[in-house]
């Protein structure tokens, strides 16, 4: 009995040395809770992306200018990668954004749509301004939250319609001023 003691006392320290267990992986970060303004300005942050690449796809066929195409074209671009990184936001929290413009928003499209040419041209850009200056208090809506990359995605969008706008005071005169060489002519 003694020796199976002796033994049972010699082995206890090797049942000390067992590896340990792996550690467990930190949890991912949560999202910081998302209110309903902040859901509400994503969808009209989408929205109006929505309404910003339609508007531009239909330059390509119906713009006389190549600056108008061009800028068309840089727009589209432009508000289609900011609608991406408003589906990873609302992917973070389980929203599902919508894939169609609003109705009075589709009616602009559907308006400008029937134009060619420089009315298009005159059009397309009246609409690109007026869209992203209406866009301006869903933008200034989403300061007060507490979520960083919903500011970061309003800041970013804020700057695509602040080029929008300006590209479009830019053009007004040169749209205006082709017409009335023409009529002088």
Known sequence: MKAGLWIGLAALPLCA????????????????P???????????????DLTQIALSKLAVDHARATEVKDLAQTTQKNYEAHRKTLATLASKHDLTLTETPLANDQATIDRVSHLHGPAFDKAYVTALRDESQANQTAITSAAGTKDSDLKSAA???Q??????ISSAYSWMPKLAVRKTHKAAR
């Open 159 to 164: 700057k695509l319609d602040e080029q929008a």
């Open 155 to 157: 800041t970013g969008l």
């Open 17 to 32: 040395c067992t590896p340990g267990y792996p550690r467990l992986p930190p949890l991912p970060d949560k999202a910081p």
């Open 34 to 48: 998302f209110t309903t303004a902040d859901a509400a300005f994503l969808q009209q942050a989408n929205e109006h």
